[in-house]
Protein backbone atom coordinates (compact mmCIF):
# COMPACT_ATOMS: atom_id res chain seq x y z
CA UNK A 1 0.00 0.00 0.00
CA UNK A 2 0.84 3.92 0.14
CA UNK A 3 3.37 4.70 2.69
CA UNK A 4 5.62 7.40 3.10
CA UNK A 5 8.53 7.57 5.02
CA UNK A 6 10.30 10.49 7.28
CA UNK A 7 13.32 10.97 9.76
CA UNK A 8 11.70 11.31 12.94
CA UNK A 9 14.22 14.13 14.76
CA UNK A 10 16.72 16.84 13.83
CA UNK A 11 18.13 19.16 15.61
CA UNK A 12 19.98 22.77 13.94
CA UNK A 13 21.25 25.58 15.23
CA UNK A 14 19.51 29.24 14.78
CA UNK A 15 20.74 30.44 11.83
CA UNK A 16 21.68 27.37 9.85
CA UNK A 17 19.81 25.72 7.23
CA UNK A 18 17.30 22.46 8.22
CA UNK A 19 16.64 19.73 5.29
CA UNK A 20 13.67 17.24 5.97
CA UNK A 21 13.91 14.50 3.93
CA UNK A 22 10.83 12.16 2.78
CA UNK A 23 10.38 8.79 0.65
CA UNK A 24 6.88 8.46 -0.63
CA UNK A 25 5.24 5.37 -2.67
CA UNK A 26 2.54 6.35 -4.82
CA UNK A 27 4.00 7.78 -8.54
CA UNK A 28 0.74 9.13 -9.21
CA UNK A 29 0.36 11.90 -6.97
CA UNK A 30 -0.19 15.01 -8.69
CA UNK A 31 1.13 17.37 -5.84
CA UNK A 32 3.37 16.82 -3.01
CA UNK A 33 3.13 17.93 0.32
CA UNK A 34 4.81 19.92 3.10
CA UNK A 35 3.06 20.79 6.47
CA UNK A 36 3.46 22.22 9.65
CA UNK A 37 2.44 21.54 13.14
CA UNK A 38 2.81 23.65 16.21
CA UNK A 39 2.22 22.04 20.14
CA UNK A 40 -1.56 21.79 20.32
CA UNK A 41 -2.47 23.15 17.22
CA UNK A 42 -3.85 21.60 14.25
CA UNK A 43 -1.26 21.31 10.37
CA UNK A 44 -0.86 24.10 8.50
CA UNK A 45 0.43 23.98 4.94
CA UNK A 46 3.44 25.13 4.17
CA UNK A 47 4.06 24.59 0.76
CA UNK A 48 2.96 22.28 -2.06
CA UNK A 49 5.13 21.43 -5.83
CA UNK A 50 3.20 20.13 -8.51
CA UNK A 51 4.74 16.50 -9.51
CA UNK A 52 6.15 17.94 -12.91
CA UNK A 53 8.81 20.40 -11.40
CA UNK A 54 12.17 19.13 -9.58
CA UNK A 55 12.12 22.15 -7.33
CA UNK A 56 10.24 24.98 -6.24
CA UNK A 57 11.24 28.30 -3.43
CA UNK A 58 8.98 30.28 -1.62
CA UNK A 59 11.28 32.68 0.46
CA UNK A 60 13.09 30.83 3.05
CA UNK A 61 11.54 27.38 1.94
CA UNK A 62 12.79 25.20 -1.07
CA UNK A 63 11.40 21.85 -2.06
CA UNK A 64 12.64 19.70 -4.29
CA UNK A 65 11.44 16.62 -5.98
CA UNK A 66 12.95 13.53 -7.26
CA UNK A 67 10.19 11.49 -9.18
CA UNK A 68 12.84 8.72 -10.06
CA UNK A 69 13.96 7.67 -6.69
CA UNK A 70 10.66 8.86 -5.40
CA UNK A 71 12.50 11.53 -2.85
CA UNK A 72 11.32 14.68 -1.51
CA UNK A 73 12.70 17.45 0.74
CA UNK A 74 12.27 20.48 2.59
CA UNK A 75 14.81 23.12 3.20
CA UNK A 76 14.45 26.03 5.54
CA UNK A 77 17.22 28.43 4.92
CA UNK A 78 18.53 30.70 8.02
CA UNK A 79 16.21 28.50 10.39
CA UNK A 80 14.79 30.51 13.43
CA UNK A 81 13.39 29.00 16.94
CA UNK A 82 9.89 29.88 15.90
CA UNK A 83 10.58 27.00 13.26
CA UNK A 84 10.63 24.36 15.60
CA UNK A 85 7.68 21.88 14.76
CA UNK A 86 6.66 18.67 13.14
CA UNK A 87 7.04 19.07 9.67
CA UNK A 88 4.61 15.88 7.51
CA UNK A 89 5.20 15.21 4.56
CA UNK A 90 1.90 13.98 2.42
CA UNK A 91 1.40 12.67 -0.93
CA UNK A 92 -2.13 12.37 -2.89
CA UNK A 93 -3.83 9.03 -3.04
CA UNK A 94 -6.75 7.76 -5.07
CA UNK A 95 -8.44 9.28 -8.16
CA UNK A 96 -8.18 12.89 -8.67
CA UNK A 97 -6.04 12.92 -5.80
CA UNK A 98 -9.21 12.46 -3.21
CA UNK A 99 -7.16 12.12 0.15
CA UNK A 100 -3.65 12.65 1.19
CA UNK A 101 -1.39 10.00 3.12
CA UNK A 102 0.69 11.64 5.56
CA UNK A 103 4.12 10.67 6.68
CA UNK A 104 4.60 10.37 10.84
CA UNK A 105 6.66 13.61 10.92
CA UNK A 106 10.01 15.35 11.42
CA UNK A 107 9.90 17.22 15.10
CA UNK A 108 12.30 20.10 13.62
CA UNK A 109 14.35 21.20 17.66
CA UNK A 110 16.15 24.96 16.94
CA UNK A 111 18.44 26.40 19.03
CA UNK A 112 19.75 29.53 19.80
CA UNK B 1 -13.99 33.12 11.49
CA UNK B 2 -14.00 30.86 7.85
CA UNK B 3 -12.78 27.76 8.68
CA UNK B 4 -13.04 24.16 9.66
CA UNK B 5 -14.51 23.96 13.37
CA UNK B 6 -14.55 20.67 15.57
CA UNK B 7 -16.04 20.13 18.44
CA UNK B 8 -15.40 19.25 21.41
CA UNK B 9 -12.13 20.21 22.02
CA UNK B 10 -11.81 17.83 24.86
CA UNK B 11 -13.52 14.36 26.08
CA UNK B 12 -12.87 11.27 28.42
CA UNK B 13 -15.00 8.61 27.64
CA UNK B 14 -15.47 5.44 29.63
CA UNK B 15 -14.72 1.82 27.66
CA UNK B 16 -18.61 1.31 25.93
CA UNK B 17 -19.79 4.70 25.87
CA UNK B 18 -20.30 6.52 22.18
CA UNK B 19 -20.26 9.78 20.79
CA UNK B 20 -20.38 12.10 18.17
CA UNK B 21 -17.12 14.35 16.98
CA UNK B 22 -18.68 17.34 15.18
CA UNK B 23 -16.91 19.12 12.22
CA UNK B 24 -18.27 22.08 10.45
CA UNK B 25 -16.60 24.20 7.55
CA UNK B 26 -17.73 27.37 6.66
CA UNK B 27 -15.67 27.58 3.11
CA UNK B 28 -18.32 25.63 0.36
CA UNK B 29 -15.40 22.94 0.51
CA UNK B 30 -16.93 19.63 -1.13
CA UNK B 31 -14.25 17.81 0.26
CA UNK B 32 -14.02 16.30 3.71
CA UNK B 33 -11.78 14.01 5.94
CA UNK B 34 -11.68 12.62 9.31
CA UNK B 35 -7.95 11.85 10.28
CA UNK B 36 -6.85 10.43 13.83
CA UNK B 37 -3.06 11.35 15.08
CA UNK B 38 -1.29 9.15 17.58
CA UNK B 39 2.36 9.77 19.46
CA UNK B 40 4.55 9.09 16.67
CA UNK B 41 2.76 7.99 14.31
CA UNK B 42 1.82 10.61 12.33
CA UNK B 43 -1.57 11.25 10.70
CA UNK B 44 -4.03 8.03 9.50
CA UNK B 45 -7.08 8.64 7.62
CA UNK B 46 -10.18 7.42 8.70
CA UNK B 47 -12.85 8.32 6.65
CA UNK B 48 -13.55 10.85 3.59
CA UNK B 49 -16.19 12.25 1.85
CA UNK B 50 -16.40 14.19 -1.61
CA UNK B 51 -19.16 15.24 -1.40
CA UNK B 52 -22.99 15.58 0.54
CA UNK B 53 -24.39 11.71 0.63
CA UNK B 54 -21.10 10.13 -0.28
CA UNK B 55 -18.66 8.98 1.81
CA UNK B 56 -15.62 6.40 2.05
CA UNK B 57 -13.14 4.48 3.74
CA UNK B 58 -9.76 5.35 4.84
CA UNK B 59 -7.10 3.33 5.93
CA UNK B 60 -8.56 2.63 9.41
CA UNK B 61 -12.24 2.73 9.75
CA UNK B 62 -12.72 0.12 11.84
CA UNK B 63 -14.68 1.16 15.01
CA UNK B 64 -16.22 4.34 13.06
CA UNK B 65 -19.29 5.79 11.38
CA UNK B 66 -19.63 9.16 9.57
CA UNK B 67 -22.69 10.36 7.37
CA UNK B 68 -22.27 13.87 5.09
CA UNK B 69 -25.64 15.38 5.09
CA UNK B 70 -24.87 18.80 3.96
CA UNK B 71 -21.84 20.09 2.30
CA UNK B 72 -20.66 22.02 5.71
CA UNK B 73 -21.31 19.03 8.24
CA UNK B 74 -19.35 15.75 8.65
CA UNK B 75 -19.69 14.67 12.14
CA UNK B 76 -17.71 11.19 13.57
CA UNK B 77 -19.74 8.67 14.77
CA UNK B 78 -17.88 6.03 17.60
CA UNK B 79 -20.34 3.56 18.56
CA UNK B 80 -18.40 1.89 21.26
CA UNK B 81 -15.53 3.25 22.56
CA UNK B 82 -12.44 1.38 23.27
CA UNK B 83 -8.77 2.65 24.64
CA UNK B 84 -7.43 2.07 21.27
CA UNK B 85 -9.32 5.13 19.90
CA UNK B 86 -7.45 7.07 22.85
CA UNK B 87 -6.30 9.83 20.03
CA UNK B 88 -6.00 13.44 18.48
CA UNK B 89 -8.86 13.84 15.77
CA UNK B 90 -8.58 16.01 13.06
CA UNK B 91 -11.25 17.07 10.52
CA UNK B 92 -10.20 18.46 7.39
CA UNK B 93 -11.56 19.90 4.08
CA UNK B 94 -10.24 21.14 0.95
CA UNK B 95 -11.78 22.01 -2.87
CA UNK B 96 -11.81 18.93 -5.01
CA UNK B 97 -9.12 17.32 -3.30
CA UNK B 98 -6.18 18.12 -4.50
CA UNK B 99 -6.82 19.55 -8.05
CA UNK B 100 -6.20 22.78 -7.33
CA UNK B 101 -2.95 21.77 -5.14
CA UNK B 102 -4.32 24.16 -2.53
CA UNK B 103 -4.05 21.38 0.07
CA UNK B 104 -6.50 20.95 3.27
CA UNK B 105 -7.65 23.11 5.85
CA UNK B 106 -7.86 21.42 9.43
CA UNK B 107 -9.56 22.12 12.30
CA UNK B 108 -7.64 22.59 15.91
CA UNK B 109 -8.33 18.64 16.58
CA UNK B 110 -10.23 16.63 19.65
CA UNK B 111 -8.17 15.09 22.16
CA UNK B 112 -10.33 11.90 23.32
CA UNK B 113 -8.99 9.69 25.58
CA UNK B 114 -11.33 6.14 26.46
CA UNK B 115 -10.67 5.27 29.98
Known amino acids: GEDVEQSLFLSVREGDSSVINCTYTDSSSTYLYWYKQEPGAGLQLLTY?????DMKQDQRLTVLLNKKDKHLSLRIADTQTGDSAIYFC????????????FGKGTTLSVSS | NAGVTQTPKFRILKIGQSMTLQCAQD?????MYWYRQDPGMGLKLIYYSVGAGITDKGEVPNGYNVSRSTTEDFPLRLELAAPSQTSVYFCASSYQGESVGRGYTFGSGTRLTVV
Open chain 1, 49 to 53: IFSNM
Open chain 2, 27 to 31: MNHNY
Open chain 1, 90 to 101: AESIGQAGTALI
